[in-house]
């Protein structure tokens, strides 16, 4: 079993419309949960951190973690073409910085 | 703020040839780390580094892979001699706190 897991996808998702993004981890330890975003042939770009059970809201994104479920999730409202990218799920056991991260969901937006 | 700057951006050599990587962190960034991503996968953890001390190296294949950072500041990975499967982008990332970690822009490499 991986210690992250991600659909690869692709997803694909129409402009206007909302796009959901999981991912599961298999570590209860586990303490910080991230979503990085990164465009063909570019580096990994922090987009959400969120480390309590809940949601956070930032602009269009909202991250929501279920640490009883192990689950991890991310919502883009009113999706734009310039969100097309691969969302990468990344965690960090307690005490240590290591980040783990998923293989990455390929996100289409079709205009 | 300057980011995390690396070289060469691409690099092609042939198996069993030598390459290294340059790694130059955000100014006072104390903790820094060298990942591999292969092509179709997330980052994976070569090596992390706080200050010039090594924190994990536990998934760096210490037969081929080295890696230093004498003076605390910028860093440089080795492959020694390269094959085939190390073809990868290998990107650094530094960071100042215990959470958000920068990457750079990667060195893309290919091994023929």
């Known amino acids: 079993q991986k210690e992250v897991e991600q659909n690869s996808g692709p997803l694909s998702v129409p402009e206007g419309a909302i796009a959901s993004l999981n991912c599961t981890y298999s570590?209860?330890?586990?303490?910080?949960f991230f979503w990085y975003r990164q465009y063909s042939g570019k580096s990994p770009e922090l987009i959400m951190s969120?480390?309590?059970?809940g949601d956070k809201e930032d602009g269009r994104f909202t991250a929501q973690l279920n640490k009883a479920s192990q689950y991890v999730s991310l919502l883009i409202r009113d999706s734009q073409p310039s969100d097309s990218a691969t969302y990468l799920c990344?965690?960090?056991?307690?005490?240590?910085?290591?980040?783990?991260f998923g293989q990455g969901t390929r996100l289409t937006i079709n205009p | 703020e300057a980011g995390v700057a690396q070289s060469p951006r691409y690099k092609i050599i042939e198996k069993r040839q030598s390459v290294a990587f340059w790694c130059n962190p955000i100014?006072?960034?104390?903790?820094l780390y060298w990942y591999q991503q292969i092509l179709g996968q997330g980052p994976k953890l070569l090596i992390q580094?706080?200050?010039?001390?090594?924190?994990?190296d536990s998934q760096l294949p210490k037969d081929r892979f080295s890696a230093e950072r004498l003076k605390g500041v910028d860093s440089t990975l080795k492959i020694q001699p390269a094959k085939l499967e190390d073809s990868a982008v290998y990107l650094c990332?530094?960071?100042?706190?215990?959470?958000?970690?920068?990457f750079g822009p990667g060195t893309r490499l290919t091994v023929l």
């Open positions: 990332a530094s960071s100042r706190d215990q959470d958000t970690q920068y």
């Open positions: 570590d209860r330890g586990s303490q910080s």
């Open positions: 969120i480390y309590s059970n």
């Open positions: 990344a965690v960090t056991r307690q005490g240590a910085q290591k980040l783990v």
């Open positions: 100014s006072g960034h104390a903790t």
């Open positions: 580094f706080q200050n010039n001390g090594v924190v994990d």
